[in-house]
């Protein structure tokens, strides 16, 4: 289990009670599309992915973008037990979906990349420690299965 401060807690909440999900979702996932391009292996269908526009302007990629921002609050909301949130998400990625684990962490950094440019100042060292801590449990969570 992993042990939260408050400040940690209240960093994370109000972290996300800030987001606009519908704009950081779709750009962390470009992003991630972008900067590591064999991770739209995953994504054959959701049409033009040929360059870095056709990826941004991909309304699949902002929807799906958003999705996975929207499927961070699962973990928000079971901070005490996040694997268990994750256990079935975790199965789906391995053993249907075939993802290598080590996308949700190339994920979790593009998010945090744009999290720190739309916090700007605010993003301060403890601020970005309690995000990555968050994330680093979500990502090994949603990689379990494949332990």
Not at 34 to 46: A, E
């Amino acid at each position: 289990m992993v042990e939260w401060t408050d400040f940690e807690r209240a960093t994370i909440q109000d972290i996300f009670s800030k987001m606009d999900y519908e704009a950081v979702g779709p750009a962390t996932l470009s992003r991630c599309l972008v900067v590591y391009p064999w991770t739209q292996r995953y994504f054959g269908n959701f049409g033009n992915l040929y360059n870095a526009a056709a990826i941004i302007e991909n309304p699949m990629v902002a929807k799906h973008g958003t999705t996975i921002l929207h499927g961070l609050d699962r973990a928000l909301k079971n901070m005490d037990n996040i694997k268990e949130t994750y256990a079935e998400l975790s199965v789906l990625h391995s053993e249907k979906l075939h993802v290598d684990p080590d996308n949700f962490r190339l994920l979790a950094d593009c998010l945090t990349i744009v999290v720190a440019a739309r916090l700007g100042k605010a993003f301060t060292g403890d601020v970005q420690a309690a995000f990555q801590k968050f994330l680093t449990v979500v990502v090994f969570s949603l990689g379990r299965q494949y332990h």
